[in-house]
């Protein structure tokens, strides 16, 4: 029993290692208010990322987390997706993991319109830990890319423009 439990703790020590030196590069690709091409990489934030976003703003319009970057790194889910606010996006975003796809897994998450349907429009809710069913197949505005460690690229303005109104 004893020997089990080593074997648990050891795991348990190899996932938390994997997840807290995840990367994260947030690249801006905006062409002005936040200037083009700036970039910034965070590691080490484990499994409670938080959100990335900007409060830039195009066109004059109010500053806020209008668009945000998510991660929900419980051992059996590794999720990620996007938020936007349902009546404005301020800057397009994508998130970007740095495995192949693998068929529905490991995609890019991207949202470029106010009307896009790859994004929430409130966070959502994940009821870990208990674990998804393991032939679940992740539906857009949830992601997954089931292999730790993984790093991801967030983009604002993916396409290099500020998003198309209605």
């Given at each position: 029993?004893?020997?089990f439990l080593l074997l648990i703790?050891?795991?348990?020590?190899?996932?938390?290692?994997?997840?807290?030196?995840?990367?994260?590069?947030?690249?801006?690709?905006?062409?002005?208010?936040?200037?083009?091409?700036?970039?910034?990489?965070?590691?080490?934030?484990?499994?409670?990322?938080?959100?990335?976003?900007?409060?830039?703003?195009?066109?004059?319009?109010?500053?806020?987390?209008?668009?945000?970057?998510?991660?929900?790194?419980?051992?059996?889910?590794?999720?990620?997706?996007?938020?936007?606010?349902?009546?404005?996006?301020?800057?397009?975003?994508?998130?970007?993991?740095?495995?192949?796809?693998?068929?529905?897994?490991?995609?890019?998450?991207?949202?470029?319109?106010?009307?896009?349907?790859?994004?929430?429009?409130?966070?959502p809710v994940f009821h870990g830990?208990?674990?998804?069913?393991?032939?679940?197949?992740?539906?857009?505005?949830?992601?997954?890319?089931?292999?730790?460690?993984?790093?991801?690229?967030?983009?604002?303005?993916?396409?290099?423009?500020?998003?198309?109104?209605?």
């Amino acid at each position: 029993m004893r020997s089990f439990l080593l074997l648990i703790a050891q795991a348990l020590l190899l996932y938390i290692g994997l997840v807290a030196a995840q990367t994260y590069t947030v690249t801006n690709n905006c062409p002005s208010a936040i200037g083009p091409g700036q970039s910034v990489v965070k590691t080490g934030l484990g499994t409670f990322a938080g959100f990335f976003y900007t409060t830039t703003h195009s066109a004059g319009r109010p500053v806020g987390e209008l668009a945000r970057a998510g991660f929900y790194f419980e051992p059996n889910y590794w999720y990620y997706y996007l938020v936007k606010d349902p009546d404005f996006l301020n800057t397009g975003i994508s998130i970007t993991p740095d495995q192949p796809v693998n068929g529905p897994f490991c995609t890019v998450a991207a949202c470029e319109t106010v009307d896009c349907n790859t994004a929430y429009t409130s966070p959502p809710v994940f009821h870990g830990p208990v674990p998804p069913p393991p032939d679940m197949i992740p539906v857009p505005p949830v992601y997954q890319c089931k292999v730790p460690g993984t790093n991801f690229r967030i983009t604002f303005c993916p396409s290099g423009n500020w998003p198309r109104r209605r």
